[in-house]
Structure formats: C-alpha cells, structure tokens
C-alpha cells in the first residue's frame, strides 16, 4: 500500500516556466512533509519542508503548498532553470513513539526535465 | 561541515553472500537512518538509529541488520544475500536539536547482486 503517491513519473517544461510536482499520501498520521532533489549517481538532496500547521512555505523560487484536507501538496519551481532537471521525491513523517519523524515514507518521484 | 559519506560506493556479490555497508553522518548527527532504492520500489526505510538503539523500524526481513556504533557511525548488513537486494541503498544522518529534522543523505552504495 503505497502511502505516497507522484502519479507524474515524469515533468518536462521550459526554462522560465513554472514547474509543479504534485504528491498526494494516503495517512492521515503525516503531519510534516518534505521535498528531495536527486542527480544520477548522488544522494537526494533536501530542497524544502512544511509543517501541517501551514499550508505554504516559500524559499527562493521554491514553494511547497498543503492542502490536508485533499491529503495533497505540490512543488512549484518559479522560474525554472536548467539544472533544476533531477528526480523530485516527495516524503513524509509522522510523529509517533520513539520519535518516528525519523522514518521518511517516500513517493516514487518524478523526473523533472527542463529544456532550455 | 563534511557531508554524509557511504563506503564502499559499489560492491558486487553472488547470492548466498553477505554485505557490510558503513555510513559516517554528519558530525554531531545522531540520528542515522537507512533506506533502500530500487526502480520499482522507490525509496523504502529500512531502520534508524540513535545513540546506538534502533528505534525504528521498517518492513524487510531479518536478513537486514545494521547498528551504530557510539561515535555514530553505523553499519549495516544483508545475510544470505538474494538477487532482488540489488539496489542503491542510502544512508541519512539528522540532527536532534529539532522537532522536525531534514534527513541528509549520503551518495549511496549501489550493491549488485550476480
């Protein structure tokens, strides 16, 4: 049962446009959400986070929105560049016992492709 | 600050064997956590642990152990080794200083099973 879902398995768009990613999860125990970068051959790489207590947060030309009620949220890229190409994973975590913010589910990512 | 690191970064095997895998966090990161990537899986948790404890725990079989040694660093192991292990696997250190904390990753060791 996959509990996070990126339907798009892949994105393409031009340089200067806005890219969205989208994500939508299943469990409503998830309460803080993230978004990785990953080149080939490289670790994911943390772009941005959002608590449930907000439904938006913005950093540079990154914003993650929350809407709990649809259990959906999405990334927009503004404008997008080039070496923004990469697979986009969405996460999320839970607290529970033990401190389980530490167990990230991840979706299944989608690769971004941004043409100049 | 040195980022994650993951030795070795390739290993091949044959089935049957078995895998030790080390991952150095992030200096002062006492939270690691492992997690395996396949194409038709994505990226699947395996465990975390903290202060030398496993504390979480994800859904693979026993033959997946790790342990974290009270520097931090921590290992993990594949027993009797099969085919559908053949994966990337990733390690991500966090700090606890927070109440939610980013996991930071380190390049991985992709491991191939023959």
């Known amino acids: 049962d996959q509990q996070v879902k990126q339907n798009s398995p892949s994105l393409s768009v031009q340089e200067g446009r806005i890219s969205i990613l989208n994500c939508d999860y299943t469990n409503s125990m998830f309460d803080y959400f993230l978004w990785y970068k990953k080149y080939p051959a490289e670790g994911p790489t943390f772009l941005i986070s959002i608590s449930s207590i907000k439904d938006k947060n913005e950093d540079g030309r990154f914003t993650v929105f929350l809407n709990k009620s649809a259990k959906h949220l999405s990334l927009h890229i503004v404008p997008s560049q080039p070496g923004d190409s990469a697979v986009y994973f969405c996460?999320?975590?839970?607290?529970?016992?033990?401190?389980?913010?530490?167990?990230?589910?991840f979706g299944k990512g989608t690769l971004l492709t941004v043409n100049p | 600050k040195a980022g994650v690191t993951q030795t070795p970064r390739y290993l091949i095997k044959t089935r049957g064997q078995q895998v030790t895998l080390s991952c150095s966090p992030i200096?002062?990161?006492?939270?690691v956590s492992w997690y395996q990537q396949t194409p038709g899986q994505g990226l699947q948790f395996l465990f975390e642990?903290?202060?030398?404890?496993?504390?979480n725990k994800g859904n693979f079989p026993g033959r997946f152990s790790g342990r974290q040694f009270s520097n931090s660093r921590s290992e993990m192991n594949v027993s009797t080794l099969e085919l559908g292990d053949s994966a990337l696997y990733l390690c991500?250190?966090?700090?606890?200083?927070?109440?939610?904390?980013?996991?930071?990753f380190g390049p991985g060791t992709r491991l191939t099973v023959l």
């Open positions: 200096s002062g990161h006492r939270s």
């Open positions: 996460a999320a975590s839970a607290m529970g016992s033990g401190g389980s913010n530490y167990k990230l589910t």
């Open positions: 642990y903290f202060s030398e404890t496993q504390r």
């Open positions: 991500a250190s966090s700090s606890t200083s927070a109440l939610y904390n980013e996991q930071f």
